[in-house]
């Protein structure tokens, strides 16, 4: 469903929003897309348990445990952070996964980023047997083929498709799918310039660019600007977005039509890719910090 926002913006510029965090109460956005097609995998192989890894708060891990309860697998989640593991009562992500049957599995941040490692994975399997392994983010070939999807027919009038990008899954998709004249803008929410090339991986067209400037400090970071910016979003146009990865991409897109980035008459669709469990846990961090808070009730 695309919602028009009731911003009016200048120079006759249109803004809608993909609302892909309304697919499903807790696989929402582009972790339901990424899944799609890895469950079918999984299912085809046989395979009775899915393996993943994630953060604190990462919606890919409440994403798997849900959905892994949903069609009947075992999962195992690899949590950065051994110190975690006294606080799970404490981290509404992690205990909701943990009730969805989720085995929590915590390990040092060191070990954490071996996780892609051939002798690794090896080790995971001695300890835990057989398993379907989901990359961090949940970004492989499959993922792709499931964020092709989130563009149809309905869209062919926008010139901009805009999107949140943290493993390069999602953007990927979108750049596959998008037609000639439409350009697809990614906002990265961590630092670095390494996502060209992880997306150089498995999209193969030139029609993107990566707008690096709305990170906010990195991956997690937020300040009390981009809170009053979600807060007033939410009062304005009653959609909730997520401060790691949607509300950074929603601040950037409405920063440039104010430095008059986009042409007169350009037709903008954002997406929006879940990514609201995360609020609760952020909150938590804001209040630790006497900053704002996030005011969305989901």
Not at 136 to 148: D, F, R, W
Not at 189 to 212: H, T, V
Request: proline share 3%; aromatic share 10%; glycine share 10%.
């Amino acid at each position: 469903m695309n919602q028009k926002l009731k911003t009016l913006f200048p120079n006759s510029i249109s803004v809608q929003i993909k609302r892909e965090d309304l697919i499903h109460p807790f696989v929402s956005g582009n972790k339901f897309r990424k899944l799609k097609y890895n469950l079918l995998q999984a299912k085809a192989e046989n395979q009775k348990t899915l393996l993943t890894f994630g953060g604190a708060f990462s919606n890919h891990i409440a994403a798997v445990a849900f959905a892994g309860k949903e069609r009947g697998f075992k999962t195992i989640g690899i949590i950065r952070g051994e110190e975690l593991a006294q606080k799970v009562n404490e981290n509404p992500t992690l205990l909701f996964a943990q009730k969805c049957g989720m085995q929590l599995e915590f390990i040092s941040r060191e070990e954490y980023r071996l996780k892609s490692e051939l002798s690794f994975i090896e080790n995971l399997k001695h300890k835990f047997g057989n398993f379907y392994l989901i990359p961090e983010g949940g970004t492989n070939a499959l993922a792709i083929k499931g964020c092709e999807e989130i563009i149809t027919h309905e869209d062919a009038d926008f010139d901009y498709i805009c999107c949140s990008i943290g493993t390069g899954g999602t953007i990927s998709g979108l750049i596959n799918s998008a037609l000639p004249h439409q350009k697809v803008l990614g906002f990265p929410a961590l630092k670095g310039d390494f996502l060209k090339e992880e997306i150089r991986n498995f999209a193969q067209n030139e029609n993107w660019e990566l707008i690096s400037d709305y990170h906010f400090g990195g991956y997690g970071k937020i300040n009390a600007e981009l809170v009053l910016f979600i807060n007033h979003f939410y009062a304005e146009n009653q959609i909730p977005l997520d401060p790691i990865y949607t509300g950074k991409m929603v601040f950037g897109v409405i920063d440039l039509i104010q430095k008059n980035y986009f042409p007169a008459e350009s037709k903008i669709l954002m997406i929006h890719t879940g990514g609201i469990q995360g609020i609760q846990g952020m909150n938590i961090k804001l209040k630790n910090k006497q900053l704002p808070t996030i005011d969305i009730y989901v």
